[in-house]
């Protein structure tokens, strides 16, 4: 009895302190009217801002079976993602930090789902390392299953929200490093794969509406990696939370355009060749989608005193959505049309609206797509460098 007294005497001393902090007002006042901001058209039934639906597309016949990726899969949405593509049809493929956790999720969808065809790979997003590791593990498999070398659907889920300072083996910021620069990694590796798929591919970047708090940011390398924070004493925990949304956001919209125009300039010579005609059909396209909250362990790192009342306010106004209910604004997003792309889904029932005004700048997204891809290509030579080095 004492013992826990002395525990829940603890915990309420760590939710004073961080009521203290500037970072829980930005997630309590903030984030709420953040929320609150993307659910507007549907409170006002669309007369103010412009909402439009998409319906998810009817199931068409395949070459192959399609092949799926979903980063977080052990937990919360990537483990609902994981289970309800695995009933559409999809090879899924979880990724996941714990062996453990993901032996235990593939046995639990496959308890479900007889028919689940699913392969688990441990990775650690928030490393490079590991990520190149995962691609040369992915193509090895692939071929060893005598499987077609394409991916059809990668669902960049992985998050967290730390409200602690940690830094990876690269020396980046563990949250940026996880919830933005894993994410664009990740999917520059895997475009080849994408690209050279027989059907039309689909990459989804889960956002938040949080990425609405976020006003005037740099887009250097500093802040990209979070290194920028490290000289400050307070953790900014929710200022980077919103920040790494928000370059998601801008990744997804900034690479909509990038292929959009590589699929532009290969119209103009179309009639050149016939085969370049159906390339064209089977292009690779992205989507943004918000969930919106969810209960899930995202919240793990917040104060329990904290975290609970946020949650029970949240129930009573109707805004506190189940993973397995969550889901399906993913749904929606992987399963749009084949030609459904740069848009934010939000609130299901295949339903987009706009997210922040600051989203849509695409000089912001060229600078943050140029930083991106100079600090890419360091971390491959810098892979290469270590590998040698291991080598000799």
Not at 34 to 43: H, I, K, Q, T, V
Not at 129 to 142: A, G, K, P, T, Y
Request: hydrophobic content about 45%.
């Amino acid at each position: 009895m004492v013992a826990k007294m002395r525990i829940m005497s603890k915990e309420l001393v760590e939710a004073v302190r961080f009521i203290c902090t500037v970072d829980f007002w930005i997630m309590a006042v903030l984030w709420t009217f953040s929320l609150l901001a993307s659910y507007l058209p549907f409170f006002s039934h669309g007369l103010f801002v412009r909402i439009v639906s998409y319906p998810r597309n009817a199931n068409v016949e395949v070459p192959v079976r399609p092949l799926c990726i979903i980063t977080g899969a052990t937990s919360g949405l990537g483990a609902a993602a994981a289970y309800a593509l695995s009933k559409e049809g999809f090879t899924v493929v979880l990724v996941g930090r714990s062996a453990h956790r993901l032996s235990k999720r593939v046995a639990e969808i496959c308890k479900h789902n007889k028919d689940a065809h699913l392969k688990a790979f441990q990775v650690d997003i928030s490393s490079i390392q590991s990520i190149l590791h995962f691609r040369c593990s992915l193509e090895q498999w692939l071929v060893e299953s005598n499987m077609h070398a394409s991916v059809q659907l990668l669902i960049n889920n992985a998050g967290i929200l730390a409200t602690s300072r940690r830094i990876t083996a690269e020396g980046f910021d563990e949250m940026m490093a996880t919830n933005y620069m894993g994410a664009f990694f990740l999917t520059k590796h895997l475009l080849p794969l994408l690209r050279n798929s027989l059907v039309p591919s689909r990459i989804v970047n889960l956002t938040s509406f949080t990425h609405r708090s976020v006003r005037g940011m740099m887009f250097d390398k500093e802040s990209v990696t979070g290194k920028s924070s490290f000289r400050m004493k307070q953790y900014p925990c929710a200022r980077i939370y919103g920040y790494s949304k928000l370059c998601l956001l801008l990744f997804s919209y900034e690479l909509h355009r990038r292929l959009r125009s590589e699929s532009s300039c290969h119209v103009s010579i179309v009639y050149v060749s016939t085969i370049l005609l159906l390339w064209i059909s089977h292009s690779c396209r992205t989507v943004a989608v918000d969930p919106g909250v969810v209960k899930t362990s995202i919240m793990r790192e917040v104060p329990p005193y904290l975290s609970y009342t946020a949650f029970a306010v949240l129930t009573a106004m109707g805004l506190l959505d189940s993973p397995e209910s969550a889901v399906n604004s993913i749904l929606d997003a992987a399963l749009a049309s084949p030609e459904i792309s740069g848009v934010y889904f939000f609130g299901g029932k295949g339903r987009t609206i706009n997210s922040s005004s600051l989203s849509y700048d695409a000089k912001l997204a060229r600078e943050l797509w140029a930083t991106s891809c100079d600090l890419f290509l360091e971390a491959q030579l810098s892979a290469k460098s270590t590998s040698s080095a291991e080598q000799r």
